[in-house]
């Protein structure tokens, strides 16, 4: 309901809601303008989701994911694919990224400025190389 009644929206926080899905998240690509939104601590968000929203956002220039504990490195490839104006990208404590994913995200997005890899268990010095190589206008 929010999605198709809110066509000009542009940012939407919904950090910690828990109950937040797939099927939420997939709503939101009705908001074409949709440029930053926080999904931080949403545990039921799933790649499915993310996949879509970044299929129907192409506005997107920040996204929070961190505490979105199901995604893989598919996120990070459709994001690398459907969002290269994205700025910020936040994902802390996403155990299931690896170093290829973070490859195939850095080569569609080479205009981020700020990314939070908190806690990111299992990227390794290669996804550093990676974004050094990539994003050209990286700041940290």
């Known amino acids: 309901a929010l999605a198709k009644g ?7 926080l919904l950090r910690y809601c828990k109950l937040i899905g797939d099927p939420g998240v997939k709503a ?7 440029s930053l939104l926080s999904l931080m601590n949403c545990e039921e968000v799933t790649d499915s989701g993310i996949v879509a929203l970044t299929k129907g ?9 961190s505490g979105c504990t199901q995604l893989t490195d598919l996120t990070l490839t ?22 290829r994913g973070f490859k195939n995200l850095v080569k569609g997005c ?31």
Do not use: W
């Open 6 to 12: 809110c066509l000009n929206l542009q940012h939407l």
């Open 28 to 34: 939101l690509t009705q908001c074409k303008k949709l």
């Open 57 to 65: 956002c192409k506005e997107l220039r920040c996204l929070s994911v």
């Open 78 to 99: 459709e994001i690398g694919n459907n969002c290269p104006s994205l700025r910020t990208l936040e994902l802390a404590k996403l155990i299931y990224l690896s170093d």
């Open 110 to 140: 080479n205009s981020l400025e700020k990314m939070d890899l908190e806690e990111c268990q299992s990227i390794t010095d290669s996804s550093l190389i990676q974004i050094s190589l990539h994003c050209l206008i990286f700041s940290l």
